[in-house]
């Protein structure tokens, strides 16, 4: 099987030896042979439709054609005609008939990428090609049977689209019968600088230019790097920097201008139960519970403060009497006498020293800042906060100058 893999490597281009890319390999070669449906997972620019094209070079249709479709690139109105073909005359512009890429591609491959942008009534089309192999052409009502070997690829979660209703769930399981998952660069660190390597030796061929080299202090750098856009992001790194930099041995410092700054601070506008992000570490998630916290005392603050200076009889609405309840604030009396002899009302003592609120909240926009790269509208969503009041909250922490 060693060979095998080393021989798919050398034949597409595919550096690197880490466990999870090896693994992926050979799940593909495995299932290539047969006729079963394939569905392959994993970031955008990890490389998902090379393995579709490992698949169909090795399996018994490779003679036969290889289509690569990306769905989400094709309007919702026009995906039917474009897979199944259409009628003339079936819709404004259709002046002759067309064959779809499903009727195109008998006996050979079709590649869906981005199978999770696919509207929902072209599923439906596409469940009965998988069931029996039939379908109709857009303006048809005859019934065609098509010879097709589907693999499909996703960058997004399926299952949770199920949930969402966005995903047929019956399509889902059809497509999941044999799941390959496409590791992110950044769970391939020993394969990063060989990457690296190979990426601007092919520059410098291509451009007839001395390659770059990166030192080891700068490999090590780039391995402590998230990669978020994996190989295609590293390829235009590799590339940018050999365009841009005179010196062609590249040291630490060098290495840190093209890497964009990164922060594990947790996007709090959409930091709910549904997150799965597993950037989020212990301190950034106390920090968010601080940092709501501050919001209710400042609040409850108010609240307090509207009741000791009102002439009237106070009326708590809905929200902050459950806002008072939650953090145990009892009011003894809500009725306040207009000649202001007001009732004792419970003290609250908020322990600000040692919860350190001011100073997680200022470290909290220092790190939305600089993630965001001081651009602060972003900094502001990031933080689900106003734009007007991250604005007062700079100014107020002195952070004019960052």
Known sequence: MLDKIKNIKQKFGIVGNSNPLNHA????????????????????????????????????????????????????????????????????????????????????????????????????????????????????????????????????????????KKFREDLYYRLNTVPIVVPPLREREEDISILFRKFASDFSDNNKIEPVRLSDDAKNELKKYRFPGNIRELKNLAEQISVLEIERNITLKTIRKYIPETSNLPTLSKFNSESNDENYNERDILYKILFDLKNDVTEMKKIIDNILNSDEKVQLDNKKSELLEENNILIRDKEIQSDNSFQEVTEVEIDTESLSIEKKERELIIKALKKNRNKRKHAAKDLGISERTLYRKIKHYNLESI
């Open 25 to 164: 390999i050979e799940v593909a070669i495995q299932v290539a042979p047969t006729d079963m449906t394939v569905l392959i997972s994993g970031e955008s620019g990890t490389g998902k439709e090379s393995f579709s094209k490992i698949i169909h070079s090795i399996s018994k249709r490779k003679h036969g054609q290889f289509i690569a479709v990306n769905c989400g690139a094709i309007p919702e109105g026009t995906i039917d005609s474009e897979l199944f073909g259409h009628e003339k005359g079936s819709f404004t512009g259709a002046n002759e008939s067309r064959k779809g890429y499903f009727e195109v591609t008998d006996k050979g491959t079709i590649f869906l990428d981005e199978i999770g942008e696919m509207p929902l009534s072209t599923q439906s089309r596409l469940l009965r090609i998988l069931e029996n192999g039939e379908f109709i052409k857009v303006g048809s009502s005859k019934v065609q049977k098509t010879d097709v070997r589907i693999i499909a690829a996703t960058n997004v979660k399926l299952e949770e689209a199920v949930r969402n």
